[in-house]
T-cell receptor, first 116, second 114 residues
Framework: AQKITQTQPGMFVQEKEAVTLDCTYD???????LFWYKQPSSGEMIFLIY??????QNATEGRYSLNFQKARKSANLVISASQLGDSAMYFC?????????????FGAGTRLFVKA | DADVTQTPRNRITKTGKRIMLECSQT?????MYWYRQDPGLGLQLIYY???????NKGEISDGYSVSRQAQAKFSLSLESAIPNQTALYFC?????????????FGAGTRLSVL
């Protein structure tokens, strides 16, 4: 069974609007971490945001926020005020286990297109 | 300069050739990883290393080998390349003192095996 599911292969958003990229995960471990990475067309993987399973508040980093719904096992990325430079692949990932845990599992990604 | 550097950035090789992909880092992290990315798929872990004396297989290690020459260097080898090893390869590092285990990636090596 897939542990990280990103159901949107591609998404379009108008510049300056907000967009939500979906991610659901599956784990029985009470301690885990969730990540979002951005992969622009140049290919590199850029860390965007992190949410710990015990964090009480949703993580935010500038225009990025993570809508963490633990009971639903979802960790959606919200990008506010989209910019043309946000066009990229976005990967959701999960690390299981406590701080000693290191294995990170990646979803298949969502390609975001920002329209001018 | 990039904190995690991969060389070469692009490589075309022929079936049966031996090829080495190199990774070096200036982040001072003990943990290093090699992943491959295929179109439409997420990253899959090939090998990982927690220090110079520690090498571990990941999900898809068959056909690959690695060498951790120093804390800062981690190389991936394809002993006899085959076309289905055509992929984008990433090296990553993380700090064991970081409870989040955020991984920092190189720019990737695009490998084509003809």
């Amino acid at each position: 069974a897939q542990k990280i599911t990103q159901t949107q292969p591609g998404m379009f958003v108008q510049e300056k609007e907000a967009v939500t990229l979906d991610c659901t995960y599956d784990t029985s471990d009470p301690s885990y971490g969730l990540f979002w990475y951005k992969q622009p067309s140049s290919g590199e993987m850029i860390f965007l945001i992190y949410q710990g399973s015990y964090d009480q508040q949703n993580a935010t980093e500038g225009r990025y926020s993570l809508n963490f719904q633990k009971a639903r096992k979802s960790a959606n990325l919200v990008i506010s005020a989209s910019q043309l430079g946000d066009s990229a692949m976005y990967f959701c990932a999960m690390r299981e286990g406590s701080s000693g845990g290191f294995k990170t599992i990646f979803g298949a990604g969502t390609r975001l297109f920002v329209k001018a | 300069d990039a904190d995690v550097t991969q060389t070469p950035r692009n490589r075309i090789t022929k079936t049966g050739k031996r090829i080495m992909l190199e990774c070096s880092q200036t982040k001072g992290h003990d943990r290093m990883y090699w992943y491959r990315q295929d179109p439409g798929l997420g990253l899959q872990l090939i090998y990982y290393s927690f220090d110079v004396k520690d090498i571990n297989k990941g999900e898809i290690s068959d056909g690959y080998s690695v060498s951790r020459q120093a804390q800062a260097k981690f190389s991936l080898s394809l002993e006899s390349a085959i076309p289905n090893q055509t992929a984008l390869y990433f090296c990553a590092t993380s700090d064991p003192r970081d409870s989040k285990n955020i991984q920092y990636f190189g720019a990737g090596t695009r490998l084509s095996v003809l």
